[in-house]
Every structure is written in C-alpha cells, then in structure tokens.
C-alpha cells in the first residue's frame, strides 16, 4: 500500500530545543516538500528536494534544516531559532518537480512548543 | 493582497443543499489544484484544472482563465463532505511550487 508516512502525529517541544519531525514515502518519487500551516492561513513551503542529496529553499526556510540522504526519506528540523513553531507541518511528494505531476501529502504532525 | 483568495471562508449548509466554494487568483497560473482536507488533517487532490471543467461523482470544478476565478460545486451534500477545501495555483515560476488559498470550512449538517 503506496504512501507518505510522517510521524509522530503529535509531539511537544520545550522552548529552545531542537526537533525533528519524520516524513517517508514508498511511492518511489523524486520531488518531496514541506509546507507549514497555520490557523488562518494558506500552506507556506519551507523546503523542497528535487532529487536525492539536494535540496531548496522554501518561501520560510529560516529556523528549519532538512537532509535527503535517501530518497523515500526527507526529515524536517525545527530548531531553536525558529521564532513561532507552533503550527501544523504538512509533507508532500510528487513524482517529479514538474508543473503536471500532482503532489501526494502526508496525515501532518502538530508540533506545540511549550 | 493574498495571491490566492478563497470565499466564504466558512460554510454551514444542511444536508442536500448545492454548495459552491469560490477562490481568486491574481497571478497567472498554469494548472489550479482543489484539495480536500480531513478533520484529522490529512489532504487529498479533488481536481487538477487548467481550463474548462472537471467532474468527480457529486464534485464538479470549474475555471475561468481570463477572469482568474475557479469554483468548487458540490451536488446533494452530505455531513461526510464536511472538511476544509483549499484552492492551490501553479505559477509560471517553474516547477512544481503551489501557492495555497487560506481554504474554505464546510459544515454540513443533517
């Protein structure tokens, strides 16, 4: 069974700690993003990959780190410089980072800090 | 000025009624995406539109290029279409970046 897996689904975070929220895929695809999204308010892209060992910056990039060391694998890390992290965080993957290919999300992880 | 603007921004409607959620865009796009999300948070793609019209069982979608507006029509509604439904526009920046609507809250009552 195909699919984007993020976990955990809820995690809680002391004010100046670093976190890293999981996102894998099976659906062998290339392209992988993460969005945030706050109450209000449309998803923002923090990052994206395109390809295994790359990776961009999103429009809110400051305050988070990513790696993609393997490709069904695209951790996001929220550290301490992040000002608000509260917020719900959305992963996608689309087969490629072409304008037709439709992206797939994930169920989301609502990070709180405390 | 949101590139993406999405109306109304919350819906109650009772079970049956014909809904329409509608969303503005002022940017030119290639493709428009209407996205259903789960209470849970989970999103799913209803539609990818880049002209014309699309229909899916009781969902219909439907794009106007030249006046940068789309509509999402639900027939018969039902309390299982209760969800947020969030309008995304693919730009001409290349790639597959997808600037989102805020979404739209649909209740459906019974």
């Known amino acids: 069974d195909g699919g984007i897996t993020q976990s955990p689904k809820y995690l809680f975070r002391k004010e100046g700690q670093n976190v890293t929220l999981s996102c894998e895929q099976n659906?062998?695809?290339?392209?992988m993003y993460w969005y945030r999204q706050d109450p209000g308010q449309g998803l923002r892209l923090i990052y994206y990959?395109?390809?295994?060992?790359?990776?961009q910056k999103g429009d809110i990039a400051e305050g988070y780190s990513v790696s993609r060391e393997k490709k069904e694998s695209f951790p996001l890390t929220v550290t301490s410089a992040q000002k608000n992290p509260t917020a719900f965080y959305l992963c996608?993957?689309?087969?490629?980072?072409?304008?037709?290919?439709?992206?797939?999300f994930g169920p989301g992880t609502r990070l709180t800090v405390l | 000025k949101n590139e993406v603007e999405q109306s109304p921004q919350n819906l109650t409607a009772q079970e049956g009624e014909f809904i329409t959620i509608n969303c503005s865009y002022s940017?030119?796009?290639?493709?428009l995406h209407w996205l259903q999300q789960h209470p849970g948070g989970g999103i799913v793609s209803l539609f990818m539109?880049?002209?014309g019209k699309k229909k899916h069982g009781r969902l219909i979608a439907t794009i106007n290029i030249q006046e940068k507006h789309s509509s999402l029509h639900i027939t018969a509604s039902h309390p299982r279409d209760s969800a947020v439904y969030i309008c995304?526009?693919?730009?001409?920046?290349?790639?597959?970046?997808?600037?989102f609507g805020a979404g739209t809250i649909l209740r459906v009552k019974s």
């Open positions: 996608a993957s689309s087969q490629r980072d072409l304008s037709q290919d439709t992206q797939y």
């Open positions: 659906l062998n695809h290339d392209a």
């Open positions: 990959s395109q390809i295994v060992n790359d990776f």
């Open positions: 940017v030119g796009i290639s493709a």
């Open positions: 539109l880049s002209s």
């Open positions: 995304a526009v693919r730009g001409p920046w290349g790639g597959n970046k997808l600037v």
